[in-house]
C-alpha cells in the first residue's frame, strides 16, 4: 500500500480557514487521493477524493500539487464541529481502505 | 442516503462470552461490508473484508475462528466475537459499499457509528 505521512496534530481558530497537508511521495498513476475524517466516538466520514485536478465539494476542497506528490484538504472556514481526525489515503479502484495515524485537527473558539 | 448502522451500539459482557454485532445499510445494497476495530488513540485497523454470499478475507493477524462473520445478505453484515476476553475490548466499526458504485475508483465507503465493546 502506498503510504501518507500526515502531521500528527493541527490547531486553527473558529471561522477561519485550515489547510491539512499530506505527503504521498510513493504515489503511483492509479491512486486516487481520499479523506476521510473522524468525529470523537463515531466512524469515519467520507470528506473529498480526487486524482490529478483540485476538488471542490460543499465540504472541503482538495488542492492536489502538480507532481501528485502532496495534496492538501482545505476546510475554507473552520467550525468546532470540524474538530476531528483527519485521514489522507491512497485508493487504487475498489481496493480496501488502509487508515494511517491522520491528522488530529482542534479548532479553537 | 447512504446510511450505515450499528446494533447495539454499546455492549458490556463477561469474559468467556459471545457478543455479535450487526452492521445494516439502510438505503443501499452493499456487496462488499468492511470491518475494523479501533483501540484507543488509534487508527482504525482493517480486521476482514465481508462479501455477500461468500467467506470472508481476513487480514494478517486477525483469528477467523474468534472474530465470526457472517454477509448473508445483501444490507447485512454481522461479526460475531467468540469467547470474548479483556483484550478484546475495543471501538468495532464497519462500512459498506455502495452496489452500484462497482469498482469505481473514488470508492466511497460508507461507515457505521461504531460500536464500543467492553470485556469484563
Known amino acids: 500500500d502506498a503510504k501518507t505521512t500526515q502531521p500528527n496534530s493541527m490547531e486553527s481558530n473558529e471561522e477561519e480557514p485550515v489547510h491539512l497537508p499530506c505527503n504521498h511521495s510513493t504515489i503511483s498513476g492509479t491512486d486516487y487521493i481520499h479523506w476521510y475524517r473522524q468525529l470523537p466516538s463515531q466512524g469515519p466520514e467520507y470528506v473529498i477524493h480526487?486524482?490529478?485536478s483540485n476538488v471542490n465539494n460543499r465540504m472541503a476542497s482538495l488542492a492536489i500539487a502538480e507532481d501528485r506528490k502532496s495534496s492538501t484538504l482545505i476546510l475554507h472556514r473552520a467550525t468546532l464541529r470540524d474538530a476531528a481526525v483527519y485521514y489522507c489515503?491512497?485508493?487504487?479502484?475498489?481496493?480496501?481502505?488502509?487508515f494511517g495515524q491522520g491528522t488530529r485537527l482542534t479548532i479553537n473558539p | 442516503g447512504a446510511v450505515v448502522s450499528q446494533h447495539p451500539s454499546r455492549v458490556i459482557c463477561k469474559s468467556g462470552t459471545s457478543v455479535k454485532i450487526e452492521c445494516r445499510s439502510l438505503d443501499f445494497q452493499a456487496t462488499t461490508m468492511f470491518w475494523y476495530r479501533q483501540f484507543p488513540k488509534q487508527s482504525l485497523m482493517l480486521m476482514a473484508t465481508?462479501?455477500?454470499?461468500?467467506?470472508?478475507?481476513?487480514e494478517q493477524g486477525v483469528e477467523k475462528d474468534k472474530f465470526l462473520i457472517n454477509h448473508a445478505s445483501l444490507t447485512l453484515s454481522t461479526l460475531t466475537v467468540t469467547s470474548a476476553h479483556p483484550e478484546d475490548s475495543s471501538f468495532y466499526i464497519c462500512?459498506?459499499?455502495?452496489?452500484?458504485?462497482?469498482?469505481?475508483?473514488?470508492?466511497?465507503?460508507?461507515f457505521g457509528p461504531g460500536t464500543r465493546l467492553t470485556v469484563l
Open positions: 462500512s459498506a459499499r455502495d452496489r452500484l458504485a462497482g469498482g469505481r475508483s473514488y470508492n466511497e465507503q460508507f
Open positions: 465481508s462479501n455477500e454470499g461468500s467467506k470472508a478475507t481476513y
Open positions: 480526487g486524482l490529478t
Open positions: 489515503i491512497l485508493v487504487q479502484g475498489a481496493q480496501k481502505l488502509v
